[in-house]
């Protein structure tokens, strides 16, 4: 399948085939291609995906999500968190290999960029782990597998679940299987002229 069917052919899917098993293999494989291959802000790679295996995990976590019915029904779970802290304690071991002029310039801009700013720290976990979850989600697609973006859950009771420590964000949960029963069509799509500006609002 080529990038723009990928694209064109993704749908947040809500009915998922119980029956269908993705083998641990498959979802460890599916998840590295975008921890491989996702772009992050100096390449920090905030996010921080929980692969949901446990099926008593799986049903707490629908509970907490108002029973939406894929957190079970999926073959594969994660609740995608990010690690706020991640500027601090990977920008070394991350740029370690790099030359060390190209390490002069980027670990004081990385400190400079993040430190005492609690906003950037959240927003960057946001910003990875949003394309994060759009190169899983369409390297799902392109391999035949459905997927559905999800933030409709109790956040604080989803991070008891997990056992979320404080210095990770989470962002949103994906659910990936396969997927039956038919799409809606796409509707209310905004229009262009209305969305997208030209140099400036
Ligand atoms: C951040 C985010 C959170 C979402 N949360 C949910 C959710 O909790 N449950 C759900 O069924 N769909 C959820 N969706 C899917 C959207 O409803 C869907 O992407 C949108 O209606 C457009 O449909 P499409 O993805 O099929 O094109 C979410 C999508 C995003 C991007």
């Known amino acids: 399948?080529?990038?723009l069917d990928a694209i064109q052919q993704r749908r947040a899917t809500k009915q998922f085939d119980t029956q269908h098993v993705m083998t641990l293999d498959e979802k460890k494989a599916l998840l590295n291609i975008a921890l491989q291959n996702a772009?992050?802000?100096?390449?920090?790679?905030?996010?921080?995906?929980v692969l949901i295996e446990d099926r008593t995990q799986r049903e707490k976590i629908r509970q907490a999500a108002w029973g939406q019915p894929q957190v079970t029904d999926a073959s594969m779970l994660i609740v995608l968190c990010g690690d706020l802290s991640s500027w601090q304690s990977q920008a070394k071991n991350i740029w370690g290999q790099a030359s060390e002029p190209v390490q002069?310039?980027?670990?004081?801009a990385i400190d400079q960029y993040y430190r005492d700013k609690e906003q950037v720290q959240r927003d960057e976990v946001m910003r990875s782990s949003g394309i994060f979850a759009q190169t899983l989600m369409l390297a799902a697609k392109a391999q035949g597998y459905d997927s559905c973006p999800m933030d409709g859950f109790d956040f604080d009771a989803v991070g008891e679940i997990i056992n979320k420590p404080a210095n990770y964000q989470i962002a949103l949960m994906v659910a990936i299987g396969k997927g039956i029963g038919e799409?809606?069509?796409?509707?209310g799509k905004l229009p262009f002229d209305e969305v997208v500006k030209i140099d400036r609002f």
């Open 39 to 49: 772009p992050s802000a100096f390449n920090l790679q905030h996010w921080r995906p």
């Open 104 to 108: 002069q310039y980027l670990l004081p």
């Open 1 to 3: 399948m080529n990038t």
């Open 183 to 187: 799409h809606y069509p796409r509707i």
